[in-house]
C-alpha cells in the first residue's frame, strides 16, 4: 500500500453522499471537508465502494457509515477488508479521540451525537456544529506520519525520565 493516495470514491458512495446533502447539509459539509484534506495532503485518503474507509499513510483510522438520509456512523472496526498493506493499529486511538471530540462540542447533551460504546460506533446526525467540523478535520490532518516514530519518541522520552541525573 502507498503512504500517499489520491481519494477513490466510488459512484455508488457519491450517489451517498450527495444524497445526505437536503436532509444533513452539515454532514455533506463535514463529508467534503474530509475528502478535500486530501488536495493538500494526500497521506489522508479515502477509499471506499460504499462505505468509505478514512487512512492516514497505511494507517487505517475509521470507517463512515450512510446508515439513513440524516445520519452518519462512524465505526472504529470494519469488517470489510482495508487496503492491502494497511493496518489498523491507530483506530481504537483515533476512534477515541473522535469521540472525544463530540463530547467535547457537547455533542451528546445537544443530541447530534450518539455513542454506543459496546459496539464502539458513533452517530453524528445533521445538526453537528461547525465548530465540530473542523476539530474533526484539524484532528484528521495532525495525524502523524507514522505510527512506530510516536513509539519510538515515547520510548525515547521515557528513557531520558528514567536516566539518573547527574
Same mark, same amino acid.
Given at each position: 500500500m502507498p503512504d500517499t493516495s489520491p481519494n477513490e $470514491?466510488?459512484? !455508488? %458512495? #457519491?450517489?451517498n453522499l450527495e444524497a445526505l446533502a437536503a436532509p444533513a447539509p452539515a454532514l455533506h459539509e463535514l463529508m467534503?471537508? /474530509? /475528502?478535500? =484534506?486530501?488536495?493538500? +495532503?494526500n497521506r489522508i485518503f479515502v477509499s471506499t465502494a460504499t462505505n468509505p474507509h478514512l487512512y492516514a499513510g497505511n494507517d487505517? $483510522? =475509521? !470507517? =463512515?457509515? %450512510?446508515?439513513?438520509?440524516? /445520519? /452518519?456512523r462512524f465505526h472504529r472496526d470494519t469488517p470489510k477488508a482495508i487496503a492491502a498493506g494497511a493496518n489498523k493499529r491507530r483506530a481504537g486511538e483515533f476512534f477515541r479521540e473522535v469521540y472525544t471530540l463530540a463530547m467535547t462540542h457537547k455533542g451528546y447533551k445537544a443530541g447530534w451525537a450518539d455513542l454506543n460504546a459496546t459496539r464502539d460506533v458513533l452517530t453524528l446526525k445533521g445538526v453537528?456544529? #461547525? *465548530?465540530f467540523m473542523h476539530a474533526l478535520t484539524q484532528l484528521v490532518s495532525a495525524t502523524p506520519e507514522e505510527l512506530e516514530d510516536v #513509539? +519510538?519518541? +515515547?520510548?525515547?522520552? *521515557?528513557?531520558?525520565?528514567a536516566a539518573p541525573q547527574e
Open positions: $470514491l466510488s459512484p !455508488r %458512495f #457519491q450517489k467534503h471537508s /474530509l /475528502l478535500a =484534506i486530501n488536495a493538500k +495532503d487505517y $483510522l =475509521i !470507517r =463512515i457509515e %450512510f446508515p439513513r438520509g440524516n /445520519l /452518519l453537528v456544529p #461547525q *465548530t #513509539q +519510538d519518541e +515515547d520510548e525515547e522520552s *521515557t528513557d531520558e525520565a
